[in-house]
């Protein structure tokens, strides 16, 4: 079945520094991949959509790659601030449908 | 616009009781999902609608759980009776046909003592 494998460690930077979270999937080769944002006692928002054939996207100082021969992507947010510390999602669409299956989320800490 | 609303925001019932949740789309957004997120785990999707119709509801737990959409506009669902594994946050999501991303609610955080 499909899955996708997030960091369950948090991750924990200096502000200034790149924040680098990783997003592995098996058993799968979607058409997109995107990245969520999610603050405690909020629902997710979204932050970055990246498509197949598209090896990476850029949005200020958030970019993703896109690897479907590792079947990975990589989330980096450059000079974090202290206001960029939340979970971060990854989410796939299922095979042939709407679903939309997310990763666990990493949880990004960024000390001032 | 206004973004994606869910009511109530929290909800504390004790088993065997009945609990509905209502989440009301973004305007114009045919489509509207429910998903899941039970503690510690990922979020995981339950239903999607698309207007008045289910698309699919391969992700509902059982039959307690009935998630109605009259009119095509705002949802409900149902849990009934609830059972202690149902606590969780129950999150509410919509979009317009075709498009790819989902805007979602802040969900109901739904304890069953």
């Known amino acids: 079945s499909q899955k996708i494998e997030q960091n369950s460690e948090a991750l924990n930077i200096q502000e200034g520094k790149t924040a680098t979270l990783t997003c592995n999937y098996t058993n799968y080769s979607p058409a997109y991949l995107q990245w969520y944002r999610q603050d405690p006692g909020r629902g997710p928002v979204f932050l970055l959509l990246i498509r197949e054939n598209e090896k990476e996207k850029r949005k200020e100082r958030l970019k993703v790659t896109f690897d479907t021969t590792l079947k990975q992507s990589l989330f980096h947010i450059t000079a974090s601030q202290p206001a960029d510390s939340a979970t971060y999602l990854c989410?796939?669409?299922?095979?042939?449908?709407?679903?939309?299956?997310f990763g666990a989320g990493t949880r990004l800490f960024v000390k001032a | 616009e206004a973004g994606v609303t869910q009511f109530p925001s929290h909800s504390v019932i004790e088993k065997g009781q009945t609990v509905t949740l209502r989440c009301d789309p973004i305007?114009?957004?045919?489509?509207l999902y429910w998903y899941r997120r039970v503690m510690g785990k990922e979020i995981k999707f339950l239903l999607h609608?698309?207007?008045?119709?289910?698309?699919?509801e391969s992700g509902m737990p059982n039959n307690r759980f009935l998630a109605e959409r009259t009119g095509g506009t705002y949802s409900t669902l149902k849990v009934q009776p609830a059972e202690l594994e149902d606590s969780g946050v129950y999150f509410c999501?919509?979009?317009?046909?075709?498009?790819?991303?989902?805007?979602f609610g802040p969900g109901t955080r739904l304890t069953v003592l």
């Open positions: 989410a796939l669409p299922n095979t042939g449908g709407f679903k939309t299956i």
């Open positions: 609608f698309v207007k008045e119709s289910k698309q699919d």
């Open positions: 305007s114009g957004h045919d489509n």
């Open positions: 999501a919509s979009n317009r046909g075709g498009a790819d991303t989902q805007y």
